[in-house]
Protein backbone atom coordinates (compact mmCIF):
# COMPACT_ATOMS: atom_id res chain seq x y z
CA UNK A 1 0.00 0.00 0.00
CA UNK A 2 1.61 3.63 -1.26
CA UNK A 3 0.38 6.10 1.79
CA UNK A 4 -1.03 8.93 0.53
CA UNK A 5 -2.23 11.19 3.47
CA UNK A 6 -4.61 13.95 2.95
CA UNK A 7 -3.92 17.04 4.71
CA UNK A 8 -6.35 19.30 6.26
CA UNK A 9 -9.95 17.13 5.99
CA UNK A 10 -12.98 18.36 7.46
CA UNK A 11 -13.91 15.09 9.94
CA UNK A 12 -17.57 16.55 10.78
CA UNK A 13 -18.79 14.28 7.66
CA UNK A 14 -17.54 11.25 9.08
CA UNK A 15 -19.41 11.68 12.46
CA UNK A 16 -22.94 10.84 13.12
CA UNK A 17 -23.26 14.11 15.16
CA UNK A 18 -21.42 15.81 11.41
CA UNK A 19 -19.49 18.70 14.17
CA UNK A 20 -15.73 18.91 14.92
CA UNK A 21 -13.09 20.33 13.08
CA UNK A 22 -9.76 18.93 11.15
CA UNK A 23 -7.79 16.46 10.93
CA UNK A 24 -4.34 17.80 10.00
CA UNK A 25 -3.41 14.25 8.21
CA UNK A 26 -6.18 11.90 7.14
CA UNK A 27 -6.00 8.23 5.73
CA UNK A 28 -9.36 6.38 5.23
CA UNK A 29 -8.62 2.52 5.04
CA UNK A 30 -10.34 -1.05 4.98
CA UNK A 31 -8.15 -3.91 5.51
CA UNK A 32 -6.90 -4.71 8.53
CA UNK A 33 -2.82 -5.06 6.57
CA UNK A 34 -3.98 -1.29 5.33
CA UNK A 35 -4.63 -0.26 8.55
CA UNK A 36 -1.33 -1.64 9.99
CA UNK A 37 0.81 -0.16 7.41
CA UNK A 38 -0.65 2.91 8.36
CA UNK A 39 0.26 2.63 11.94
CA UNK A 40 3.64 1.43 10.78
CA UNK A 41 4.00 4.30 8.50
CA UNK A 42 3.27 6.94 10.91
CA UNK A 43 5.19 5.56 13.44
CA UNK A 44 8.66 5.67 11.19
CA UNK A 45 7.41 9.00 10.52
CA UNK A 46 7.03 9.56 14.47
CA UNK A 47 3.34 11.22 13.35
CA UNK A 48 0.92 10.60 16.10
CA UNK A 49 -2.07 9.29 15.47
CA UNK A 50 -5.77 7.94 15.99
CA UNK A 51 -8.24 5.60 14.84
CA UNK A 52 -11.86 5.73 14.26
CA UNK A 53 -14.79 3.76 11.94
CA UNK A 54 -17.92 4.03 11.58
CA UNK A 55 -18.09 7.99 13.49
CA UNK A 56 -21.66 6.85 15.58
CA UNK A 57 -20.06 7.29 18.60
CA UNK A 58 -17.30 10.01 17.96
CA UNK A 59 -17.41 13.67 18.62
CA UNK A 60 -14.87 15.65 16.88
CA UNK A 61 -13.60 18.66 18.49
CA UNK A 62 -13.55 22.20 17.01
CA UNK A 63 -9.88 22.46 16.99
CA UNK A 64 -7.72 20.71 14.43
CA UNK A 65 -6.40 17.31 15.21
CA UNK A 66 -2.87 17.01 15.31
CA UNK A 67 -0.64 14.10 12.94
CA UNK A 68 -2.89 11.29 11.29
CA UNK A 69 -6.30 10.25 11.72
CA UNK A 70 -6.81 7.17 10.35
CA UNK A 71 -10.54 5.45 8.94
CA UNK A 72 -10.83 1.78 9.32
CA UNK A 73 -14.20 1.25 8.28
CA UNK A 74 -15.00 -2.02 6.35
CA UNK A 75 -12.43 -5.53 6.68
CA UNK A 76 -14.43 -8.87 6.35
CA UNK A 77 -15.76 -11.27 8.75
CA UNK A 78 -15.30 -15.34 8.22
CA UNK A 79 -16.71 -18.33 9.43
CA UNK A 80 -13.82 -20.59 11.75
CA UNK A 81 -15.72 -22.80 12.84
CA UNK A 82 -19.27 -24.13 13.61
CA UNK A 83 -20.57 -21.65 15.99
CA UNK A 84 -17.31 -18.84 15.39
CA UNK A 85 -17.07 -15.92 13.35
CA UNK A 86 -13.90 -14.00 13.22
CA UNK A 87 -14.65 -10.22 12.57
CA UNK A 88 -12.25 -7.14 11.16
CA UNK A 89 -12.78 -4.30 13.69
CA UNK A 90 -14.27 -2.00 11.01
CA UNK A 91 -17.17 -4.34 10.18
CA UNK A 92 -20.49 -2.83 10.71
CA UNK A 93 -23.12 -4.46 12.96
CA UNK A 94 -25.59 -4.56 10.98
CA UNK A 95 -23.25 -6.53 8.25
CA UNK A 96 -22.78 -9.42 11.41
CA UNK A 97 -26.90 -9.17 12.35
CA UNK A 98 -27.60 -10.25 8.74
CA UNK A 99 -24.81 -12.70 8.33
CA UNK A 100 -25.66 -14.19 11.76
CA UNK A 101 -29.72 -15.02 10.91
CA UNK A 102 -28.33 -16.66 7.23
CA UNK A 103 -26.42 -18.79 9.90
CA UNK A 104 -29.46 -19.47 11.18
CA UNK A 105 -27.68 -18.28 15.05
CA UNK A 106 -30.26 -16.63 17.22
CA UNK A 107 -28.98 -13.50 19.63
CA UNK A 108 -27.37 -10.71 17.79
CA UNK A 109 -30.39 -9.45 16.42
CA UNK A 110 -30.77 -7.41 19.10
CA UNK A 111 -27.94 -4.73 17.69
CA UNK A 112 -30.08 -4.26 14.89
CA UNK A 113 -29.86 -0.35 14.01
CA UNK A 114 -27.50 0.23 16.09
CA UNK A 115 -25.10 2.30 13.73
CA UNK A 116 -21.43 1.17 14.44
CA UNK A 117 -18.89 -0.90 13.78
CA UNK A 118 -17.81 -3.80 15.91
CA UNK A 119 -14.61 -2.72 17.21
CA UNK A 120 -16.84 0.16 18.14
CA UNK A 121 -19.06 -1.69 20.04
CA UNK A 122 -16.80 -3.84 21.92
CA UNK A 123 -14.38 -0.72 23.36
CA UNK A 124 -17.94 1.31 23.77
CA UNK A 125 -19.32 -1.16 25.86
Same mark, same amino acid.
Given at each position: ???????D??????????? &???? !???? =??????????????? /?? /?????????? #? =?N? +???? !?????????? +???????? #??N /?? +????G??? !???? /? !???????????? +?? &?????? #? #?A????
Amino acid at each position: MGIRLIDDVNLAPFSTFKI &GGKA !EHFL =SVQKPDDLIAAIEFA /KK /KRISYKIFAG #G =SNV +LFPD !EKIKGLVIRF +LGGRFRRV #GKN /KL +LIDGGVPL !EDIV /K !ESINLGWRGLET +LS &GIPGTI #G #GAIIGN
